[in-house]
């Protein structure tokens, strides 16, 4: 007996639209999503593709009409709802753009809720492009078949994320200068929402140290003997997390 083939197909292209999606929605897209359907994946009338809205979840849409510029779909049938990730925030020390963007495809293919780029004294960049950062945690989603991006915030001061912090969110603060082991921290924490802080190339200088251990809902936590670059303790830290504390 030939097994029937998965339906859709796993070479449907996937996009994420700002529209939220339901059975006979309309879906008219333009632009690069337009371009990307019709030029590179050469959709025709008739053809799947498959739509997400980080809302209500993943849904299969049938092709319309293929123009050359744009492309209208209708949304047929729901395929998943979008999946829960753990109420976990990553709240990383600004990068410069590569390690940044690293920060950002990883921390969306791990199940970071939210992601909060932080400005501290160090930071060598200080400004980040809300629009391209989207892009790529948008992009890391689609080809990792994700239905949840991680929520992602304008850069904050480090003094305005402390003076802000919800009382009820634990603050893993990663201090290279030395904290409780991370795999303890983790594994004994009892669900409530948490959030990991790291720092920039060149890490916290002594009074943003000070501001931040001081903080009620601080926990220092060390990610090993060695010093990790912004971007590995970042991945690596919300790996174990994921571990230890959330879903995997
Ligand atoms: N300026 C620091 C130094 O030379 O000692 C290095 C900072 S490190 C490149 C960037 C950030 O990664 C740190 O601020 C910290 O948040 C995190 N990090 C790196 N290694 C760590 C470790 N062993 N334990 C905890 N956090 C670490």
């Keep these: 007996m030939p097994a029937t083939p998965a339906w859709p197909p796993k070479s449907a292209?996937?996009?994420?639209?700002?529209?939220?999606?339901?059975?006979g929605r309309i879906v008219a897209l333009d632009g690069p999503q337009a371009h990307y359907l019709g030029k590179v994946m050469r959709v025709r009338e008739g053809d799947v593709v498959i739509l997400c809205d980080d809302a209500t979840g993943e849904w299969a849409a049938r092709v319309a009409q293929a123009g050359k510029r744009d492309?209208?779909?209708?949304?047929?049938?729901?395929?998943?709802?979008?999946?829960?990730?753990?109420?976990?925030?990553?709240c990383a020390g600004l990068l410069k753009k590569d390690r940044f963007d690293l920060v950002l495809e990883k921390a969306t293919e791990l199940g970071a809720g939210r992601i909060q780029p932080v400005i501290t004294r160090r930071c060598v960049a200080d400004k980040l492009?809300?629009?391209?950062?989207?892009?790529?945690?948008?992009?890391?989603?689609?080809?990792?078949?994700?239905?949840?991006?991680?929520?992602?915030?304008?850069?904050?001061?480090?003094?305005?994320?402390?003076?802000?912090?919800?009382e009820d969110r634990v603050l893993y603060f990663a201090d290279e200068n030395g904290g409780e082991p991370a795999a303890s921290a983790f594994a004994?924490?009892?669900?409530?929402?948490?959030?990991?802080?790291?720092?920039?190339?060149?890490?916290?200088?002594?009074?943003?140290r000070a501001a931040i251990r001081?903080?009620?809902?601080?926990?220092?936590?060390?990610?090993?003997?060695?010093i990790l670059r912004g971007e590995t303790a970042?991945?690596?830290?919300l790996g174990l997390w994921m571990a230890l504390a959330g879903d995997w």
């Design 13 to 23: 292209p996937r996009l994420f639209v700002p529209d939220q999606l339901g059975p």
């Design 71 to 90: 492309v209208v779909l209708e949304v047929a049938d729901m395929l998943r709802p979008r999946e829960a990730v753990p109420d976990l925030w990553l």
């Design 129 to 166: 492009n809300l629009d391209r950062a989207r892009t790529l945690t948008i992009e890391a989603a689609e080809q990792c078949a994700l239905t949840a991006l991680p929520e992602l915030c304008e850069t904050v001061k480090l003094d305005a994320l402390l003076a802000g912090w919800p």
């Design 188 to 208: 004994a924490h009892k669900g409530a929402p948490a959030a990991i802080l790291t720092g920039p190339e060149g890490g916290f200088d002594e009074a943003e």
């Design 214 to 226: 001081t903080h009620p809902c601080a926990r220092p936590i060390s990610l090993g003997p060695r």
């Design 234 to 237: 970042a991945i690596a830290a």
